[in-house]
């Protein structure tokens, strides 16, 4: 049975997408096992340049927009009634028009829709699904959100759908910052959620709601504090305990962690003798142990 590790945080900028590209490659390291990172901070994504390596050939993903066949339409009026987002607005004479970018593809107008035919299928790209071979054996599935398309959470599906029906052995997903929609659905069905957090209290803040997420959501949960030894760490591990979480990783503020992130050069690759690669390998080999 494959086996899903969600990485997330909360907060952004805390190192969430350092951990979850350092442990991918430290599993597909250390495990007899296939592994697939999923990059679902769709609106962002950056594993591919922390690995050093060109996205993958792209496809697209599309979602559903109404047309109206005018020919057909008896102009009641029942698209615009039903539509929550207001996309779609009438005439005095019940004429339909559609607002694209309001539109986000739920089809209830095509369901209340009383004419067959009078609404018919359309479609608008809003973003494509990099699939990418890295060098060290690992593959890289990565959502890519259009430039100034509003609604991310179809991609974020769509791009987890595949990363889901096309891993092997082990599947480790890097969210987006926060506790949207897009993150629960990025972290749903994971058998083990990993926030990383710092010890600030911006950090803390956002740390307690992605953890009160993971305990609404049933999930079993650690923490990674980055950088350490900047901030009151003990009152991140104060607040894991509160809700269930184990720390499992401490790493200070750390210059070769920087020149890795600036270079595009993960440290258990290119480094993998420094203390901080071993802690990546460390927590690689506690995952291997509850997956």
């Known amino acids: 049975m494959r086996a899903q590790v969600a990485v997330s945080g909360g907060k952004g900028g805390t190192g969430k997408s350092t951990v979850a590209v350092n442990l991918a490659l430290a599993l597909a390291d250390v495990a007899s096992k296939s592994v697939t990172l999923a990059d679902l901070d769709v609106e962002a994504p950056n594993d591919h340049l922390l690995l050093g390596v060109a996205l993958g050939e792209g496809t697209p993903v599309e979602q559903f927009l109404p047309r109206f066949n005018y020919g057909l339409c008896t102009r009641c009026r029942k698209c615009a009634e039903v539509c929550e987002e207001h996309a779609i607005i009438t005439l005095r004479d019940g004429t339909p028009f559609l607002m694209p970018n309001l539109c986000s593809g739920c089809r209830a107008c095509e369901i209340v829709c009383p004419v067959p035919g009078a609404i018919e ?24 959100l259009k430039e100034g398309e509003e609604r991310s959470m179809p991609l974020v599906v769509e791009a987890k759908k595949r990363a889901v029906e096309t891993a092997g052995d082990l599947l480790v997903i890097d969210t987006a910052a926060g506790t949207g929609n897009t993150v629960s659905s990025a972290i749903e069905g994971s058998d083990l959620l990993i926030a990383v957090t710092e010890p600030t ?23 990674v504090i980055n950088r350490s030894d900047l901030g009151d760490a003990e009152a991140v591990r104060n607040l894991a305990r509160r809700y269930g979480a184990e720390v499992v990783a401490e790493i200070p503020y750390s210059e070769t962690l920087l020149e890795s992130y600036v270079s595009g050069r993960p440290v258990v690759v290119h480094r993998r003798d420094c203390e901080e690669a071993r802690k990546f390998f460390e927590i690689a080999e506690r995952v291997l142990e509850v997956v």
């Open 201 to 223: 209290p911006l950090g803390l803040h956002d740390t307690e709601l992605i953890l009160r997420l993971g305990s609404l959501m049933k999930l079993r949960m650690w923490v």
């Open 121 to 144: 299928e359309s479609s608008k790209v809003i973003g494509w699904i990099h699939e990418t071979n890295t060098p060290h054996g690992l593959r890289l599935i990565t959502g890519l």
